[in-house]
């Protein structure tokens, strides 16, 4: 199984300012045959369902507002929020979706987002 | 759009059985496989199992022995039972629609809390 960690476990940023996620899979995620990175990330805002904001380690999702934006390769990933508004306070999760048989994919442990 | 129904108490080693309805689509639809991801209180994912609409199961490894998915297309509908609970079955259920060919989980229901308690 491909094992997913992230870091810091939380942060506080004010407002306006950058907030930078780290996300790191045990095995790269990169299919070799499609060049596709199997890589994503969801919101988690309080008492909500997690929501689906990047694919593809670096593609948005409908509606998600492009102060965030995914980066990275292979195995290191990152989540950054370019200019965090209250909205913006929420577990945020990586999820890689390497595997084709379903349920083969695996979250990270969260990372909790706050205003200071 | 997709809802969890069920009880939010169950007693230990009784079982944990819970509905997810979907509307505004077809279950039957070939795009998704309908899952299942629980969320202990403050802790992260686990996926528990998904189901294709044509009744096909995969199941999380270490729930396996003690889970049953099922299907009823004639109510856009998907379950879950799952035997013998704990108190680390605590959790909040969420339900959930999975890319088929690609296992990002697409939309989620708002999820259930079910506490296995006494």
Known sequence: DIVMTQSPDSLAVSLGERATINCKSSQSVLYSSNNKTYLAWYQQRPGQPPKLLISWASTRESGVPDRFSGSGSGTDFTLTISSLQAEDVAVYYCQQYYGTIPGSFTFGPGTKVAIK | ?118
């Open chain 2, 1 to 118: 759009q997709l809802r969890e129904s069920g009880p939010g108490l169950v007693k230990p080693s009784e079982t944990l059985s819970l509905t997810c309805a979907v509307s505004n689509g077809s279950i039957t639809t070939s795009l998704y496989y309908w899952g299942w991801i629980r969320q202990p209180p403050g802790k992260g994912l686990e996926w528990i199992g998904s189901i294709y609409y044509s009744g096909s199961t995969f199941y999380n490894p270490a729930l396996k022995s003690r889970l049953t998915l099922s299907v009823d297309t004639s109510k856009n509908q998907f379950s879950l039972k799952l035997t013998s609970v704990t108190a680390a079955d605590t959790a909040v259920y969420y339900c959930a629609s999975l890319g088929r060919w690609q296992q990002l989980v697409l939309y989620w229901g708002q999820g259930t809390l079910v506490t296995v308690s006494s």
